[in-house]
């Protein structure tokens, strides 16, 4: 079964397919089994408090069943959040006449592109830091596909770019160092009794350059180790949600493409809303027919992956009971 033994879930698909609701769905199967579960949205549009019928969750872990608790990564709060710890440190290391212009700068970078792909995929690589260590499985209900292809691939782009800034700064210390050796230093300590002004700004210059190092190398390790982990099919699984249409099979087959080429342990997919054989009707029968055709294509073109069939439910799926039903056809589908 696919929740026995994997420590990270992430449940991507088109919008629009229920991604939410198979996501809380599984957590809420976990949960019954004894599992402890951390339940993440990292979608824009968050709607796990939709799916349990409760109050907004928002950015903090709140219990939301027995073993079960959610959170929802708030995208905007995540940049607001980022851009104020990277200020603060600017700040620690900079005149106070300088302020307003890391102000500016800061105010520019929060429109700059991928500064939120920046911003989330940090505080996910935490989190995921976090359900290891304090849950026994953890769900991502991830954003549309093409954002979670960003967010898969960025830990290894932005390792690339963390290293280049380290090296960039290993010159910087470098070329100070040599102009320091350079500066006539003879009688400084007889003209200037108290002491050579620029021994200060060197020592702040080794501070910061130390701090900046050190700031760097971390992210540079958090974003190794959410890499790995991502790669890791002993404790990581992804699995694509889709609706037997025409749209979302031709989404879902460029997202398997890509997750393939990057070596992500795909899971399987789980196809949402089939019609079930006790619906009747001739629109449903003239829609029915349609539906065998998409879901024949499903079958050859995923043939390699394993595919769970949830079938359309005649009322919304809303709230702890719901779900805990639909949890029942997802342990009968073979989860």
Same mark, same amino acid.
Do not use: C
């Given at each position: 079964?696919?929740?026995?033994?994997?420590?990270?879930?992430?449940?991507?698909?088109?919008?629009?397919?229920?991604?939410?609701?198979?996501?809380?769905?599984?957590?809420?199967?976990?949960?019954?089994?004894?599992?402890?579960?951390?339940?993440?949205?990292?979608?824009?549009?968050?709607?796990?408090?939709?799916?349990?019928?409760?109050?907004p969750?928002?950015?903090?872990?709140?219990?939301?069943?027995?073993?079960?608790?959610?959170?929802?990564?708030?995208?905007?709060?995540?940049?607001?959040?980022?851009?104020?710890?990277?200020?603060?440190?600017?700040?620690?290391?900079?005149?106070?006449?300088?302020f307003?212009?890391?102000?500016?700068?800061?105010r520019?970078?929060?429109?700059?592109?991928?500064?939120?792909?920046?911003?989330?995929?940090?505080?996910i690589?935490?989190?995921?830091?976090?359900?290891?260590?304090?849950?026994?499985?953890?769900?991502?209900?991830?954003?549309?596909?093409?954002?979670?292809l960003?967010?898969?691939? $960025?830990?290894?782009?932005?390792?690339?770019?963390? /290293?280049? =800034?380290? @090296?960039? #700064?290993q010159?910087?210390k +470098? !070329?100070?160092?040599?102009?320091?050796?350079?500066?006539?230093?003879?009688?400084?300590?007889?003209?200037?009794?108290?002491?050579?002004?620029?021994?200060?700004?060197?020592?702040?210059?080794?501070?910061?350059?130390?701090?900046?190092?050190?700031?760097?190398?971390a992210?540079?390790?958090?974003?190794?180790r959410?890499?790995?982990?991502?790669?890791?099919?002993?404790?990581?699984?992804?699995?694509?949600?889709?609706?037997?249409?025409?749209?979302?099979?031709?989404?879902?087959?460029?997202?398997?493409?890509?997750?393939?080429?990057?070596?992500?342990?795909?899971?399987?997919?789980?196809?949402?809303?089939?019609?079930?054989?006790?619906?009747?009707?001739?629109? $449903?029968?003239?829609?029915?027919?349609?539906?065998? /055709?998409? =879901?024949? @294509?499903? #079958?050859?073109?995923?043939a +390699? !992956?394993?595919r769970?069939?949830l079938p359309?439910?005649a009322?919304?799926?809303?709230?702890l009971?719901?779900?805990?039903?639909l949890?029942?056809?997802?342990?009968?589908?073979?989860?």
């Amino acid at each position: 079964m696919l929740l026995t033994g994997q420590r990270v879930l992430l449940v991507g698909g088109k919008g629009g397919v229920g991604k939410t609701t198979v996501s809380s769905a599984l957590a809420v199967l976990a949960s019954q089994r004894g599992q402890k579960v951390l339940l993440v949205s990292t979608d824009p549009a968050h709607s796990l408090a939709d799916a349990f019928g409760r109050a907004p969750i928002g950015d903090r872990i709140t219990r939301l069943a027995p073993n079960l608790d959610g959170l929802e990564l708030d995208p905007d709060r995540e940049v607001e959040q980022h851009l104020a710890n990277v200020s603060a440190q600017l700040k620690r290391f900079t005149r106070p006449e300088m302020f307003a212009e890391i102000e500016r700068q800061m105010r520019l970078t929060r429109h700059s592109p991928g500064a939120q792909e920046a911003a989330m995929l940090e505080r996910i690589a935490n989190t995921i830091e976090l359900g290891l260590s304090d849950y026994d499985l953890l769900i991502l209900d991830t954003a549309p596909t093409g954002h979670t292809l960003r967010l898969l691939s $960025l830990p290894e782009a932005m390792a690339a770019w963390t /290293q280049g =800034l380290l @090296q960039a #700064n290993q010159r910087s210390k +470098k !070329l100070g160092d040599v102009l320091d050796h350079l500066t006539p230093k003879a009688g400084r300590d007889l003209d200037n009794p108290m002491g050579d002004p620029n021994q200060h700004a060197t020592a702040g210059m080794d501070e910061r350059n130390k701090a900046i190092t050190e700031t760097l190398l971390a992210r540079q390790r958090l974003l190794q180790r959410t890499r790995e982990i991502l790669l890791d099919h002993q404790q990581t699984a992804l699995l694509f949600v889709l609706t037997p249409e025409k749209l979302p099979i031709l989404e879902t087959m460029r997202a398997v493409t890509s997750l393939q080429q990057e070596q992500l342990p795909l899971a399987g997919l789980v196809v949402n809303r089939v019609l079930p054989a006790s619906a009747d009707g001739a629109f $449903l029968a003239k829609r029915r027919e349609q539906e065998q /055709q998409h =879901l024949a @294509q499903i #079958n050859t073109e995923f043939a +390699k !992956l394993p595919r769970y069939q949830l079938p359309l439910q005649a009322t919304d799926i809303q709230g702890l009971e719901a779900l805990q039903q639909l949890s029942a056809l997802l342990a009968d589908a073979g989860f």
